[in-house]
């Protein structure tokens, strides 16, 4: 038995990933080609999706480093200096807590504005640095920068004095390192603020963030003799960002700075954060991009291919991909028809008054044969769990339905973490035996799925009547309910597989859908990627379960009909709580 194990909070994460590693393994996908436009942009996704390998691929110097064929189309293509700027997972619970303290002290505000200006400063002085940087070994002199040390000292020296920093040394180095330390001093102030602290003495910049970049691009600009230079600042987890900081970005790319960029990355709920369609409606695809990195099937699938291939090969093999997944399935349309109809009198009935058991498939009419296709794993996954009076118990392993790569991938919703995380533990079995077998494919995936129940699990929740007590419970609610559907009493041959949110009533639920979003318990589908998403408003979104736990539930996977959530919840009133027992409404939670 193999005794590999993942864990869904172990598997990659590109944040920790070097610049070196992360060029070696990326892979192209039209994610990445609408995010390479020098267009203001917002990417949704839930974790996992690859929001930070997408934005980390637009810094500067991993564009210089990257060293495969693709990458001197993107250099050519990409004219704008990405600058990257991760966000501090402190920050949010940090603000609050200082912020609601202090909230009548517009000194104290000012300090907690500038540790986010200053880390963002701190970003831009070592992309600066790294452009005009000559003692570097450069193979692609991408966005090189030739400027003398006077001209380095002079821009250093107007940069610091509107910075408020000291650099020791008139050095772009210098800068950067002066940065730091200003933003150290403005962190261990905050983090030692009683009623009785004197800041006033502290100097920083008193401008807006918005103000801030445009006047240092401006002068960056002038000393680069670029003045019409384009910079795109990346914004990775804004998640975790209090929402303060965020909405002056969203605004910022209506009307903003000619020569900046902003490239947001979110998850796809964020209270309090509004990205309405009135507001961006003077704008077209060509002055803002929408960017779903779950819920679009037909993008997805090439990118998991390309990505597993190559996992693949690093351990020595080299056949079709699909070749190592054992799978049994080929659905035998007359025989599965003829189990069912002999085990489920409802199915009998359903096919008698459709005229479906006048002949085999076959010899049935093109409009008969259509229906019968469109029900086909419908019938298969009820016929398969479904007790047969000779058998002594209902089946327990899940079927072959949920075998072989293609349903593998769409399973992770082609969830690159997931994809790496798995997709490891195949090729290691598949080196070892030649092919991953049906058990060993159901039984991995079944790992994965208990580790993503177990993070579900620490996220507590409070309902009326205590029916649900962590947002595991929603999860097993929901798919308590969807599994009824092909499984209950009557056959059905059109179950509800989605969730839509028409009912008034389930605002009452919407800080825990939207958690579940977030983390990618709950898929939200989309048309295109590009397709328009409010983070802020759901209630007109269509979501699914992940078919990641379709296995568990017996569900199956494509798309289906609606079922409005009040149905499956019931009318209970749900808030989330926090670990330290402070309980959260939906208004409160983001």
């Known amino acids: 038995m193999n ?78 200096s990405g600058v990257f700027i991760p966000t501090d997972r402190f920050w949010k619970t940090q603000y609050e807590r200082i912020s609601s303290r202090f909230k009548n002290n517009t000194e104290v505000q000012k300090l907690l504005g500038a540790s986010f200006i200053y880390h963002i400063l701190e970003c831009l002085a070592q992309v600066v640095s790294y452009r005009a940087n000559s ?14 040390k006077n001209e380095e000292s002079e821009l250093v020296e107007l940069l610091s004095s509107y910075w408020k920093v000291e650099p020791k040394i008139p050095s772009l180095r210098g800068l950067i390192i002066a940065t730091s330390i200003k933003k150290q001093e403005i962190s261990t102030i905050i983090a030692s603020l009683n009623e009785e602290s004197d800041i006033e003495n502290l100097n920083i910049v008193q401008d807006s963030l918005i103000g801030i970049l445009e ?40 009307g903003g700075p000619q020569n900046i960029i902003f490239k947001l990355a979110l998850s796809p709920y964020h209270k309090g954060i509004t990205i309405t369609k009135d507001s961006f409606s003077g704008m077209n695809k060509q002055d803002l991009t929408f960017i779903n990195l779950s819920g679009v099937r037909d993008d997805g699938f090439n990118f998991s291919k390309e990505l597993s291939e190559n996992i693949f090969k690093k351990y020595q093999l080299f056949n079709p991909i699909d070749s190592y997944f054992e799978t049994e399935l080929t659905i035998n349309r007359d025989e599965e028809f ?21 002949a085999k498939y076959e010899g049935l009419d093109e409009n008969r044969r259509s229906v019968f296709r469109r029900i086909q794993f419908n019938i298969h996954l009820r016929n398969y769990y479904l007790k047969d009076d000779n058998l002594k118990s209902s089946r327990k392993r899940p079927s072959s339905y949920y075998t ?21 533990i195949f090729a290691s079995i598949a080196r070892k035996s030649g092919v991953i077998k049906e058990h060993e494919q159901l039984s991995n995936i079944k790992n994965y799925a208990m580790s993503f129940k177990s993070l579900l699990s620490t996220i507590a929740v409070e309902s009326s009547g205590n029916e649900f007590v962590t947002l595991f419970d929603i999860i097993e609610k929901i798919g308590s309910y969807l599994s009824n559907e092909i499984h209950g009493k009557d056959f059905n041959p059109d179950p509800k597989g989605s969730i839509t949110f028409k ?45 990641l736990f379709a296995p568990e539930y017996r569900l199956l996977l494509n798309a289906q009909r609606p079922v409005d959530l009040i149905s499956i919840l019931n009318h209970s009133q749900i808030d989330i709580v926090d670990p330290t027992g402070f309980r959260y409404t939906q208004t409160e939670l983001f």
């Open 215 to 254: 006047v240092s691009i401006q002068t960056i600009n002038q000393y680069f003799n670029q003045g019409d230079g384009k910079w795109a600042f990346l914004f990775d987890e804004l998640e975790l960002a209090p929402e303060v900081f965020i909405q002056p970005l969203i605004h910022a790319m209506r």
């Open 503 to 547: 009912n008034e009533y389930n605002e009452n639920y919407i800080s825990a859908i939207g958690l579940a979003l977030n983390a990618g318990a709950l898929i939200i589908e989309k048309s295109a990627i590009d397709s328009f998403h409010d983070i802020d408003d759901i209630k007109n979104s269509r979501c699914r379960l992940s078919y």
């Open 338 to 358: 003829n189990a069912l109809i002999k085990k489920d009198k409802t199915f009998y009935e359903y096919s008698s008054r459709n005229k479906l058991n006048i």
């Open 135 to 148: 003692t570097l070994n450069k193979k692609n002199n991408y966005l090189d920068i030739n400027i003398s």
């Open 404 to 424: 072989g790569f293609n349903n593998i991938c769409t399973m992770l919703e082609h969830n690159p973490r997931m994809l790496v995380g798995i997709m490891s």
């Open 3 to 80: 005794d590999l194990t993942i864990n869904f909070n172990e598997s990659f994460n590109a944040k920790s990933t070097s610049k070196v590693n992360l060029c070696s393994d990326f892979i192209v996908n039209s994610h990445y080609d609408l995010l390479t436009t020098p267009n203001n942009t917002i990417m949704i996704g839930p974790r996992g999706s690859g929001k930070t390998t997408l934005l980390r691929m637009l810094d500067v110097e991993v564009l210089e480093i990257w060293d495969k064929e693709v990458a001197d189309k993107y250099r050519e293509k990409i004219s704008y």
